[in-house]
Nanobody, 132 residues
Framework: QVQLVESGGGSVQVGGSLTLSCVGSGDYTSVNCMGWFRQAPGKERDGVAL????????YYADSVKGRFTISRRNAKNSLYLQMDDLRPEDTAIYYC?????????????????????????WGQGTQVTVSS
């Protein structure tokens, strides 16, 4: 089992920035692909960004390309999401996710936005609110 704990959420104004962090524990050495997802009230949980095990390959949803950056530091069991130029539509609960599969296999037949079903480990989420 892998445990994931997110932090870094909060309230910001339009155009502001936030950095989310996720720390893993447990059988973390088995983790390969990791990602960030978000869920707004009344909507499904959508993929935001994914990153390969070594951190060399990233995938982004069209809605965040050029504004968000995903990264990881495996030596610290950590995953990050740098969010810039935040917009009201970015308001959601953000979840960290991980799986033993490689991202290429998870992405087969999927887009980043609907990659949710490819991940087996989830954090509890952190709220991000962007106000105008």
């Amino acid at each position: 089992q892998v445990q994931l704990v997110e932090s870094g959420g909060g309230s910001v104004q339009v155009g502001g920035s936030l950095t989310l962090s996720c720390v893993g524990s447990g059988d973390y050495t088995s983790v390969n692909c990791m990602g960030w997802f978000r869920q707004a009230p009344g909507k499904e949980r959508d993929g935001v960004a994914l990153i390969s095990g070594g951190g060399f390959t990233t995938y982004y949803a069209d809605s965040v390309k050029g504004r968000f950056t995903i990264s990881r530091r495996n030596a610290k069991n950590s995953l990050y999401l740098q969010m810039d130029d935040l917009r009201p539509e970015d308001t959601a609960i953000y979840y960290c996710a991980a799986d033993r599969q490689i991202c290429a296999d998870i992405m087969r037949g999927r887009k980043v936005s609907n990659a949710r079903t490819g991940f087996g480990y989830w954090g509890q989420g952190t709220q991000v609110t962007v106000s105008s």
